[in-house]
């Protein structure tokens, strides 16, 4: 028997109610563990804020998006004796084990924290999809089966009208969601981070659909985080401020996209900014079982003594990977998966 803790720190994504819910379930029915969880992400920890998780106030959380514990991106290694404050916490409550479920930030101070000494388990979190040693992170599904929901709904105003609909997904520097969800979308253009794009192409595939194929409307899918080949600074809007990991702000791609491809073309074009949509709302069945493996295979973890570890899809199994490994580069679109996406541009 041992006191765990745990935190949701990062953005929020569907699926961290499950893994909640299952390191829960697991903690007290099969090893008989104490379980607390920090509230509002690193900022619980620094603040000492938490509150006894049990299966009574985890229960019927498993359908439900968003997180109980809260979430926010707290950056204990940019705070004033942040890693004192913090181990002084844990000290205080007792807590044997720290379990943090959150994307690259996260996890990073977790890698941190179990490298000065304080044992920590690792569960990846993002709807980007772009943490290493994992194959698939919870909330990424979700988020694609928004984006393409989005994507169908577009496609009969984009015809009704003529026009050329350009659909800004999220992802930050990863195309994953722009991908899956242009593909699934039928999308007739996916522009992602990781193929800095030619505004001339983008025309070039328009022109050839409307004038050789008899349709005279177009889908394109822009990624957040996607730029121009020629440089240039599309890929970010007017948010310039820096959060506490130093990431900016992205959003608005879609809007000098609607503009350029406007004046070029002569065609219609309007922009939709996805957002936060794609990490609200539920998660989708793929989703809810991950997130409970994820939730199982950490509280197993915490309880073998596999600390610096981070729980992993792999092919179909669920593992664990050193944090160490897993964090030293963010895992970005596979080359081939864009090679089939561009059978269908044009
Ligand atoms: O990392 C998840 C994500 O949703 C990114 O796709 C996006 O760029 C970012 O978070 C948005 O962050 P925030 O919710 O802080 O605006």
């Given at each position: 028997m041992a006191r765990i803790g745990l935190l949701t720190g990062g953005g929020d994504c569907p699926g961290l109610n499950p893994v909640i819910r299952g390191i829960v379930r697991k903690g007290i029915n099969t090893y008989g563990h104490e379980l607390y969880g920090f509230r509002r992400g690193w900022k619980g920890v620094l603040d000492n804020d938490a509150i006894e998780l049990t299966l009574e106030n985890t229960s019927?959380?498993?359908?439900?998006?968003?997180?109980?514990l809260y979430t926010s991106r707290t950056n204990v290694y940019k705070t004033e004796n942040g890693e004192e404050r913090v181990l002084a916490s844990l000290k205080e409550r007792g807590i044997d084990v720290l379990i943090p479920i959150g994307g690259d930030d996260t996890l990073g101070v977790a890698r941190k924290l179990n490298a000065a000494g304080f044992p920590t388990v690792g569960v990846p979190k993002t709807i980007?999809?772009?943490?290493?040693?994992?194959d698939f992170t919870f909330g990424f599904q979700t988020a694609v089966q928004i984006a393409t929901d989005a994507i169908d709904g577009l496609h009969t105003t984009a015809e009704s009208h003529q026009r050329v609909m350009v659909c800004e997904v999220m992802g930050r520097h990863a195309g994953w969601i722009a991908c899956h969800a242009g593909i699934a979308g039928g999308a007739d253009v996916i522009l992602v981070p990781e193929r800095p794009f030619d505004l001339d192409d983008v025309c070039n595939h328009l022109r050839h659909r409307h004038e050789?194929?008899?349709?005279?409307f177009s889908v394109v899918v822009v990624a957040e985080g996607a730029t121009l080949a020629e440089g240039g600074?599309?890929?970010?809007?007017e948010h310039d401020a820096l959060d506490s990991f130093g990431h900016v702000r992205l959003g608005g791609i879609a809007f000098q996209l609607e503009k350029e491809i406007a004046e070029r073309t002569g065609y219609e074009v309007r922009a939709t900014v996805l957002g936060h949509i794609q990490r609200g709302g539920t998660p989708v069945a793929f989703d809810r079982v991950l997130g409970t493996r994820f939730g199982v295979a950490a509280i197993d973890a915490a309880s073998n003594g596999d600390f610096g570890m981070m729980t992993a899809l792999q092919g179909t199994s669920i593992g664990l990977v050193p944090l160490d490994e897993a964090l030293k580069e963010p895992k970005l679109l596979d080359p081939e998966l864009f090679k089939t996406a561009e059978v269908f541009f044009g």
């Open positions: 019927g959380i498993l359908h439900t998006g968003g997180t109980m980007d999809n772009d943490i290493g040693g994992t050789t194929t008899g349709k005279h600074d599309m890929a970010t809007s």
